[in-house]
């Protein structure tokens, strides 16, 4: 069942939360672009020469948006469609970019990873599949600590390309404002081959290359995804036998960018004005999302976030009670907008069962329109035997099936799926199809923070997201 959520709203307790925002807001006063430099702010780096940080960002500002308006307002309509049940969100790409992967080779790879999965998924659970990549940006990370030990010294921790190197050398660790400047022309680059590729029909589903499924044909699994496989190209020549499909419309995709909005002087260096609607847009990427680590009520990003009109994802851990959630989409959605809010739940094994229903009934019971998707990667970080940080297969289709079950428990619908992948076949997660074990880990480990899904085990949970589709419309 995929209900709409406003048959469920509880008119007197939404009106109270509304009252309770009027309330908050009054305490916020007026947002402004820079009105976050009043607020608490948190995982931000050091910037040891100021001025010359302050000037990088004056320079980006002069520099033109990465994204339209337009675009952001074509996803969030797309979004709003997500949570009545209409489409499904596939966002995936690297835990942090890197800058020397920006070639031609790396490019294809991530593009063509989530447009295989997305040609699965559509075909299996019978809906537009929204592509979103964490890519062209997604070049900052969080951490949990501001230093670490490192060949017996104490440096300051690896924070992403756009801030300093992966070198563990204490003055390579040092925050660079040039890092925020190239990371600029990286994403301008990237986002430049992605948009030149699907134009030049890299999406065509007939290009052999799109087909090269080399890894996973030599899995167990093949014969059962070659049938699915089999079958899509099938429904695609009978399609256009038929005349029902013009084969150029065949490679026109709309593919959008995400990344984490953490760095809040480059985001605020990346938003706009619209001239028209008197709105504020983040045009660094199509959306943005606040992570678990900076969706405090009274901090910083939480601020920032509240006043830019594009579509924000919120990352949902164990540690988010539901009354904080509601709080959070008072401030961030105060008229209650479909498309605004994605809700990204990453609670892991041993918490989804308990978590989710809480945060899910909670949003219900209010009337908030949400697209609800499942990150079933950042709560299932463990460590191997050899002490690199990895995650198991298993775990994370358990906390998608999970995910899955719960919704439809609830009569919610699950909206999206938010993987950490790459088109590469690295080593760096346990299990899946190819069976890789703690012992394989080293053979091609390559992430520069949290391991990604490889490219086998990437098409293989498109395949069982459909399966669980599938079974449910049976």
């Not at 209900?3 to 009106?15: D, G, Q, S």
């Not at 790879?109 to 659970?125: A, D, F, H, P």
């Not at 900052?140 to 060949?151: G, L, Y």
């Not at 970080?381 to 298993?394: H, L």
Request: aromatic content about 10%; proline content about 5%; some cysteine.
């Amino acid at each position: 069942m995929r209900p709409e959520v406003a048959a469920r709203v509880n008119i007197n307790e939404f009106n109270m939360l509304k009252m309770t925002k009027t309330a908050e807001q009054k305490t916020r006063g007026e947002w402004a672009v820079d009105s976050w430099q009043r607020y608490r702010v948190v995982q931000q780096p050091e910037y040891p020469d100021v001025e010359a940080y302050h000037s990088v960002l004056q320079k980006i500002h002069t520099f033109p948006p990465l994204v339209s308006i337009g675009e952001v307002e074509k996803l969030r309509a797309k979004i709003a469609d997500a949570s009545a049940g209409r489409a499904f969100v596939l966002q995936g790409g690297d835990c942090a970019e890197r800058f020397i992967d920006c070639n031609e080779h790396m490019i294809a790879n991530r593009l063509k990873i989530l447009l295989q999965m997305s040609v699965i998924l559509t075909y299996g659970i019978r809906m537009p599949i929204i592509k979103v990549g964490r890519i062209a940006g997604q070049y900052a990370k969080p951490r949990s600590k501001n230093n670490e030990h490192v060949n017996g010294l104490d440096i300051p921790s690896y924070r992403g390309d756009c801030v300093n190197s992966f070198e563990p050398d204490p003055l390579a660790r040092v925050a660079d404002p040039q890092r925020l400047l190239q990371s600029y022309y990286y994403s301008s680059m990237t986002l430049n081959y992605i948009r030149a590729m699907i134009d030049g029909g890299f999406a065509d589903l007939h290009h052999p290359y799109h087909w090269n499924l080399h890894s996973i044909e030599q899995t167990k699994k093949w014969p059962a995804y070659r049938n699915v496989v089999d079958r899509i190209l099938d429904a695609v020549n009978f399609m256009e036998a038929f005349g029902g499909t013009r084969p150029e419309s065949l490679g026109k995709v709309d593919f959008y960018v995400s990344h984490e909005g953490l760095l809040l002087g480059y985001e605020e260096a990346l938003t706009r004005k619209d001239p028209v609607s008197g709105r504020y847009y983040n045009l660094g990427a199509h959306t943005v999302w606040i992570g678990d680590r900076t969706r405090a009520i009274d901090g910083a990003h939480v601020e920032y976030f509240r006043g830019i009109a594009n579509p924000v994802g919120i990352k949902v851990g164990p540690g988010c009670e539901a009354d904080e959630l509601l709080e959070l989409l008072a401030v961030l959605n105060p008229k209650n907008e479909p498309g605004r809010i994605i809700l990204i739940t990453r609670f892991g094994i041993n918490h989804v069962e308990q978590k989710l229903p809480q945060v899910v009934q909670a949003v219900q019971k209010a009337g908030f329109q949400v697209a609800w998707s499942c990150d079933p990667m950042h709560g299932n970080i463990i460590s191997s035997n050899g002490n690199r940080k990895t995650r198991d297969f298993s775990d994370i289709l358990t906390e998608f099936q999970h995910c899955f079950r719960i919704h439809k428990e609830l009569e919610s619908f699950l909206a999206g799926a938010h993987f950490e992948l790459t088109g590469e076949d690295v080593t760096e997660c346990i299990g899946g199809a190819v069976e890789l074990k703690d012992d394989d880990l080293a053979k091609n480990y390559e992430t520069y923070c949290d391991p990604r899904l490889n490219y086998a085990q990437s098409l293989e949970i498109a395949f069982l997201i459909t399966q669980l589709f599938q079974e449910n419309n049976a």
